[in-house]
């Protein structure tokens, strides 16, 4: 095997603590999240999920502050999403048409990120019924259109007087919002997520029509 050394380290011990934690972290909240749609999320308490991961309630907590925080283990990703949408956008393309068009190939996708799947109807149920979860993503989605603000704010030299980037990332943040909660009122109605995607489409549409230009044309990717 020219001299390969089968049982040799992948990496850096270092590296391998942090791919275990990785693990661990996907663990535990994977094994929540199941409790949480077979038992409902007010019914399961911390103590539950360490017993079924098989770790130390400590543990859990060492990971996940509380139970919102294991609801929401994505949420640094969620809160980046709008953000990374506009930094990846391509050249020649707008901040706005960047989220408009990204949104459109999630939706065509049926993108886990839009919850256009019907195994995610139960974990909606819970989001919109229970008041804590719902003020926590109201509070995720104010800090992802905050981070697009810094980004714009400091991409396009903004001064401080200047409420261009918030507007915008305000205005994106609402288009973004108002297809998540559409997505998530739709399949919880019990509609097929293919119809679901369709509706969105044409959502998407009419939300592009009501943007203002400037809006539409603000920070237009140059090379």
């Not at 719902?134 to 001064?159: D, F, P, Y």
């Amino acid at each position: 095997m020219s001299g390969t050394t089968w049982n040799q380290p992948a990496g850096p011990a270092e590296g391998l603590r942090e791919r275990k934690k990785r693990q661990t972290r996907r663990h535990i909240a994977d094994v929540a999240m199941g409790l949480f749609q077979r038992h409902g999320y007010s019914e399961v308490t911390m103590a539950e999920v360490a017993r079924h991961a098989d770790v130390s309630v400590n543990t859990v907590y060492n990971y996940f502050a509380s139970k919102e925080d294991l609801f929401f283990d994505r949420e640094e990703e969620v809160v980046d999403r709008l953000a990374a949408m506009v930094r990846e956008r391509r050249v020649g393309e707008s901040a706005a048409r960047a989220v408009l068009r990204t949104l459109r190939e999630q939706v065509a996708a049926r993108d886990e990120a839009l919850g256009l799947r019907s195994e995610f109807r139960e974990f909606l149920r819970m989001l919109t019924e229970n008041p804590t979860l719902s003020a926590k993503a109201h509070a995720i989605g104010v800090k992802a259109c905050e981070k697009l603000r810094v980004e714009l704010t400091e991409e396009m030299g903004a001064g401080p007087d200047d409420p261009t980037p918030g507007l915008v990332a305000s205005q994106l943040g609402w288009v973004h919002q108002v297809i998540s909660r559409t997505a998530a009122h739709l399949l919880m109605a019990g509609n097929d997520p293919d119809a679901v995607a369709e509706r969105l489409l044409r959502s998407l549409d009419v939300i592009e029509g009501l943007l203002g230009e400037r809006a539409l044309e603000y920070a237009i990717r140059e090379s």
